[in-house]
């Protein structure tokens, strides 16, 4: 049964990192730049377009082109696109400008063009007045096209998820879950010790998946299988793409002041949701926001509308998984926190249709939870108690499914 950088040159498509021009000093460029209209300008030049974009500190760079309107596409590391509506483009030769945040840490400026152009030069000014510029000439549709649809730099793309199987369409095939062990790489998360966060839940999150496995009703993804670092928004369309049914991050945190001990099972809190849905339509690209609703020409208000609708529906089902999991957990007389269950503005649960929650395992800061956690035994037995409160709910959950189709 189904469970319901100064560089110049001619750049095409490229990555421009700022290695080249400031050496060592590339790594430390972390604060967020800001665009200065009153320096920057958008004219034409001969038949082609120049930008001189002035900004408050270089950043790392990259430009390209793209088709279907062609545009051109800028992305900076961190750059406050904010004032952008008092830059006026002085030709109409570029037509609609609009920025924002497409990923985490990355800022993608967007200019729809009149026609086919390719990049002619580039330069990011990097002395006391620091610009990117640009320069772009009329090319034929041909040239423009090849250009176009050349794919992304290696290693721009989201970090792979580990075991990723063919998504297949919610409502058949076995339930997907995907299992999100937090943090990793450069984030250890909570720390005691010689004893961290990412490596005690990536070890509970392995023996999870493989008694899940076990069952034979699901498929399993892990956003990561190993110590590496995966963007908070990333986790998201990790489980899109591999069509979650869903979604499960595994946290072990620690607390400087105060007490906590035992489990706590997090849903995103009713604040966040407004919040959660404006920073999904300026984060994502449109059509990672709603599986199956493409919305790559809705503007924001349509998306928002969607997401609300779909949130609607999921809102139910995620409470719902919630409170499997407290009962399962409890009923295997684990110990969990005098308040169980608890609400958080965290990335990992805005997505807007996947049922999804954050389960704290045990506090690092307590002794208790800490033995706890490492105890081969203790683990099996919470793997046990979040098995069966997931089986629990996918049956309710299917159950709830027929009724409304009925």
Not at 59 to 71: G, Y
Not at 197 to 218: C, N, S
Request: aromatic share 4%; no cysteine; charged share 25%.
């Amino acid at each position: 049964m189904r469970y319901g950088g100064t560089m110049r040159g001619i750049v095409a498509v490229a990555l421009i990192w700022l290695a080249a021009g400031l050496g060592a000093a590339a790594q430390d460029l972390s604060a967020l730049a800001r665009l200065d209209p009153a320096a920057s300008s958008i004219r034409a030049e001969g038949a082609g377009i120049a930008f001189d974009l002035a900004i408050s500190q270089p950043v790392p760079w990259r430009v390209r082109v793209l088709a279907d309107p062609p545009r051109l596409v800028l992305d900076t590391r961190e750059v406050d696109w904010s004032a952008l509506d008092r830059l006026a483009p002085g030709t109409p030769r570029a037509r609609a400008l609009r920025a924002g945040v497409f990923r985490p840490g990355w800022s993608r400026l967007v200019m729809e063009l009149d026609g086919p152009y390719l990049v002619a030069s580039a330069e990011m000014a990097t002395g006391r007045a620091p610009a990117i510029r640009l320069r772009l000439d009329p090319a034929t549709p041909e040239a423009f096209a090849l250009r176009a649809a050349l794919p992304e730099p290696p290693g721009w793309a989201l970090p792979a998820p580990a075991d990723l199987p063919r998504a297949v369409p919610r409502g058949s095939g076995p339930l997907t879950i995907v299992l999100d062990p937090g943090h990793g790489g450069l984030d250890p998360g909570a720390e005691r010790g010689p004893v961290n966060e990412k490596t005690l839940v990536l070890q509970f999150v392995r023996e999870l998946k493989d008694l899940l496995v076990r069952d034979g009703r699901f498929v399993v993804v892990l956003t990561r299988n190993e110590d590496v670092f995966v963007p908070l928004e990333a986790r998201i369309s990790v489980a899109r793409a591999a069509g979650a049914d869903l979604l499960l991050s595994l946290h072990a945190d620690a607390l400087a002041e105060g007490e906590a001990v035992g489990a706590v099972v997090y849903t995103l809190s009713d604040a966040a949701n407004d919040a959660a849905s404006q920073a999904l339509a300026e984060r994502h690209d449109r059509d990672d926001l709603l599986a199956g609703v493409d919305l790559t020409d809705q503007d924001d208000l349509v998306s928002g509308v969607l997401m609300d609708m779909a949130r609607a529906e999921t809102d139910p089902r995620t409470d719902r998984l919630a409170a499997a999991l407290e009962a399962a957990i409890k009923a295997e007389g684990l110990t969990m926190h005098r308040q169980p269950r608890q609400q958080a503005g965290f990335s990992v649960l805005k997505s807007p249709d996947i049922p999804s929650v954050l389960l704290e395992l045990g506090f690092l800061s307590s002794s208790v939870d800490l033995e706890k956690l490492q105890d081969a035994a203790w683990r099996a037995q919470m793997a046990e108690a979040i098995w069966q409160g997931v089986v629990s709910w996918a049956e309710q959950d299917a159950a709830l499914s027929t009724l409304l189709r009925r």
